[in-house]
């Protein structure tokens, strides 16, 4: 009976994984599509090529265990993620806060991964315990990546927010008194 409880629980982590894997997706398709930084799309992309393989690694070990992905599980993760991107639309600063969800998100995946690999060696489960390891580097060097760019995600969330109204004040300063050269302004 015992075996049978942790190997209900391994497929459950198993899905739970897979589920967070699919808000990755999500959140970061969605956070390079609305940067401008080619530097910082560059990080998002890096992430989201992991997150497409580590959710095809979950998705064997589920196999493995004559399992599947919960869809209902996946839906509601794909809804926090369309939720997330709405916030990124609502707020000037899209790659901070982008980058700062992906970094909670990726700290998210790694306590999940933990306890996924805890259950799977209960479970006797070495390769998903062989899997969980190996993500959990990767994840570890991605936060790492993430928090590294901090710096460069506000200065891209600044010049987003900086970009529509320096025309606008190019304009209200010329009208005002002229180039920044202290010119006058002509006839008009």
Known sequence: MRAKVI???LVKYLT???AIEEESLGLLRRAGRTCAREDVR?????QLVRAEAHRALLEARLQAHGAKSSAL?????RLGAFNSGLIFQAQPDTAGKATTF???LTHLKI???ELLKRVAARAGDDATVAMTERVLGEERDGASRLSASFDTAVHASLEAQEAPRRPTEHLLHTL???ER???PLGPV
């Not at 599980?73 to 993760?77: E, H, L, S």
């Open 73 to 77: 599980k996946d839906a509601a993760m």
């Open 181 to 183: 050269t202290g010119a």
């Open 102 to 104: 992906a970094f909670a």
């Open 42 to 46: 560059e990080i998002y992309e890096q």
């Open 7 to 9: 190997d209900e629980q």
């Open 16 to 18: 739970d994984a897979h």
């Open 176 to 178: 005002a008194g002229g």
């Open 111 to 113: 306590a999940g991964y």
